[in-house]
């Protein structure tokens, strides 16, 4: 099973600060990686699709970047909506889709 | 707009089957080719996927839980139906259904029910 590892656990931003947060892969998952965001008593929400691919509606200050086993979602300028957790998600390596444990950002 | 939204119990006993339904709207499974997922969320922890069925009948599940779920789908109700036996207190989670493309391979999850809280309790 490929481990996906997300960190910090946690980042503290103010507002407008530019964000990056990381997730590694155990094994090379191509571009076949997903960012999602979830805000408190809320279903995920997909952000980031093929590693880097914007998915409808989502504002262009969030861009991701990566392949193999490095990857990054950045956040160019953070906007009070922005604060929630955000999970990595690999859909290469059957059998399983897997998630790494989530980055949360809050405010600072 | 595809839509999809979980139903069934939200509270179950120790030992007990959990049946839960995602019925969706937007699609459909003859006539696109998609899948539909479960993925849960312990409260305060992170999501874990369990199982997944495509528009033909391909099955796929996690396989730390493959001996204890079950999915399948009624293609004519627009239903997918997991079936989690010999609950225990530490299934409490929030479950979803989620919607996945489908394109030469597996593929991401979008989009997501609003989920069921389900609490496995004596």
């Known amino acids: 099973e490929t481990v996906m590892t997300q960190f910090p656990a946690t980042l503290s931003v103010s507002p407008g600060e530019r964000v990056t947060l990381s997730c590694r892969a155990s094994?090379?998952?191509?571009?076949?990686l997903a960012w999602y965001q979830q805000k408190p008593g809320q279903a995920p929400r997909l952000l980031i699709y093929g590693a880097s691919t914007r998915a409808t509606g989502i504002p262009a200050r969030f861009s991701g970047s990566g392949s193999g086993t490095e990857f990054t979602l950045t956040i160019s300028s953070l906007q009070s909506a922005d604060f929630a957790v955000y999970y990595c998600?690999?859909?290469?390596?059957?059998?399983?889709?897997?998630f790494g444990q989530g980055t949360r950002v809050e405010i600072k | 707009q595809i839509t999809l939204k979980e139903s069934g119990p939200t509270l179950v006993k120790p030992t007990q089957t959990l049946t839960l339904t995602c019925t969706f709207s937007?699609?459909?499974?003859?006539?696109?080719?998609?899948?539909v997922a479960w993925i849960r969320q312990p409260p305060g922890k992170a999501l874990e996927w369990l199982a997944l069925i495509y528009w033909d009948d391909d099955k796929r599940y996690s396989p730390s839980l493959e001996s204890r779920v079950t999915i399948s789908k009624d293609t004519s109700k627009k239903e997918v139906v997991l079936t989690m036996t010999n609950m225990d207190p530490e299934d409490t989670a929030t479950y979803y259904c989620a919607h996945s493309p489908y394109n030469f391979g597996p593929n991401w999850f979008d989009p997501w029910g609003q989920g069921i809280l389900v609490t496995v309790s004596s």
């Open positions: 937007g699609f459909s499974f003859s006539t696109d080719k998609v899948g």
């Open positions: 998600q690999q859909y290469y390596n059957r059998p399983a889709w897997t």
């Open positions: 094994q090379s998952v191509s571009t076949h």
